[in-house]
């Protein structure tokens, strides 16, 4: 079976940083596009960013750009977000997500992940 468990999420102060991890298991992980998503309360789940299967390139929403960076370890087989800066607006549910194999293009879209974790709890105090 395929599993993405996310970790790291928690309360924080506005400004400040953040590390979010997604351990995944049961697939190729070195072969899918991994992205993070987030929802907030009320909200509908939005794109944050993602991360080619080639570890070549990276997309972010206009929203986290500039402070927030992805990254994966294709030995741990793991994807983090790295979050900085920290704003009330960035609090939420994050979810990791990853693509069908081989799927190299950065999408934006919910329907190219197939796969998604539970997600886990991020919130910015002011």
């Known amino acids: 079976q395929v599993q993405l468990v996310e970790s790291g999420g928690g309360l924080v102060q506005a400004g400040g940083s953040l590390r979010l991890s997604c351990a995944a298991s049961?697939?190729?992980?070195?072969?899918?596009?991994m992205a993070w998503f987030r929802q907030a309360p009320g909200k509908q789940r939005e794109f944050a960013a993602a991360i080619n299967w080639k570890d070549i390139s990276t997309d972010y929403a206009d929203a986290v750009k500039g402070r927030f960076t992805i990254s994966r370890d294709n030995v741990k087989n793991t994807v983090y977000l790295q979050m900085n800066s920290l704003k009330p607006e960035d609090t939420a549910d994050y979810y990791c997500a990853a693509s069908l194999r081989f799927h190299n293009t950065l999408s934006r879209t919910r329907q190219t992940y197939a796969y998604w974790g539970q997600g886990t709890q991020v919130t910015v105090s002011s």
């Open positions: 049961g697939l190729t992980f070195s072969a899918h596009t």
